[in-house]
């Protein structure tokens, strides 16, 4: 039996992970699994997660503002 892997965790095992999982948390077709994975992934840093966790609280608008 495989172990499932976070969307966020797979990623980040790219040279570039914090900037995509920022493209897929500002993307707007992005689903809420996803979201959820990657804002609640404990093996991410905070500026990883963020960007996901401020879409699924406060939306869009506000994601798309972080630096």
Known sequence: ????ISFG????KMFI???ILR?????KN???ETLKQ???DPKLDKRYSEVARTVLEVG?????NLI
Not at 23 to 27: A, M
Not at 60 to 64: I, L, P, S, T, Y
Request: no cysteine; aromatic share 8%; hydrophobic share 25%.
């Open 23 to 27: 493209i897929v948390g500002r993307n």
């Open 60 to 64: 869009h608008q506000r994601a798309n």
């Open 30 to 32: 992005t689903n809420k």
């Open 38 to 40: 990657i804002a609640e």
């Open 9 to 12: 965790t797979q990623i980040k």
């Open 1 to 4: 039996m495989e172990k499932e």
């Open 17 to 19: 992970y914090g900037y």
